[in-house]
Structures are given as C-alpha cells and as structure tokens.
C-alpha cells in the first residue's frame, strides 16, 4: 500500500521555525497534487498549503507569508518550512495527497491519500 510519511514535528515557542517534511513514492510524488492540512485541537481539519501536480503553490491565508512550501524532487520530498509560529498553528499537521486527473481543491474531502501526521506545538 502506498504512504505518505511526515516528520518533523516537535515543540517550540512562539516566534520559532520548523520545517516538516513528506517523504511520498516516486509515482505519487510526480504526479499527485500534494498539500498539507493541519487539525487543531477541537477543531476540524484545515487546509495550510498544497503544490499542484504542475508546480502551482497554494497557501491559507493565515500561513501565507510565514509557510514555504519546497520539493526534493530526487528524494520524493516536500517540505513546509513554518517560520514566526504562532499558538494558533499549534495542531496535528498531514500530508496528503490527490490523483493528477482532479482539479486542485482546498476540500479536505478530496484528498485520498493520508500520511499518519506529525504533531507541532507552539507555545506563547
């Protein structure tokens, strides 16, 4: 079964950066749109940022100016560089990921691949 593997979770303060990242296969990563999408606790899943099957980059608007989206593409790797957190990005983070033959959505429903999640705490 194919997967999609996040790490780089952790806990830091306000003001602080990390950067995640989303190991995929070679054939999801190249042809698959794929994003990021974050839940807070007792909330609902949100989208945060997504890179289209060809090269568009998608953020929130609460991340934008603050995330970065970038790809190894010889590793199969996307990363999300998360600088100045804020408490309010404090959540379990998932990359996903969506077939090509879709248009690019913000709908969490669209997505059906799933990695297990990385959690990341800010603290104020």
């Known amino acids: 079964q194919e997967q999609l593997v996040e790490s780089g979770g952790g806990l830091v303060q306000a003001g602080d950066s990390l950067r995640l990242s989303c190991v995929a296969p070679g054939r999801i990563f190249t042809s698959y749109t794929m994003a990021w999408f974050r839940q807070a606790p007792g909330k609902e899943r949100e989208f945060v940022s997504a890179?289209?099957?060809?090269?568009?980059?998608f953020y929130a608007d609460s991340v934008k100016g603050r995330f970065t989206l970038s790809r190894e593409m010889n590793k199969y790797t996307m990363h999300l560089q998360m600088d100045d957190l804020r408490p309010e990005d404090t959540g379990d983070y998932y990359c996903?990921?969506?077939?090509?033959?879709?248009?690019?959505?913000?709908?969490?429903?669209?997505?059906?691949?799933w990695g297990q999640g990385t959690r990341v705490t800010v603290s104020s």
């Open positions: 890179f289209t099957w060809n090269g568009h980059e």
């Open positions: 996903v990921a969506r077939s090509y033959n879709y248009p690019f959505t913000r709908d969490m429903n669209g997505y059906t691949l």
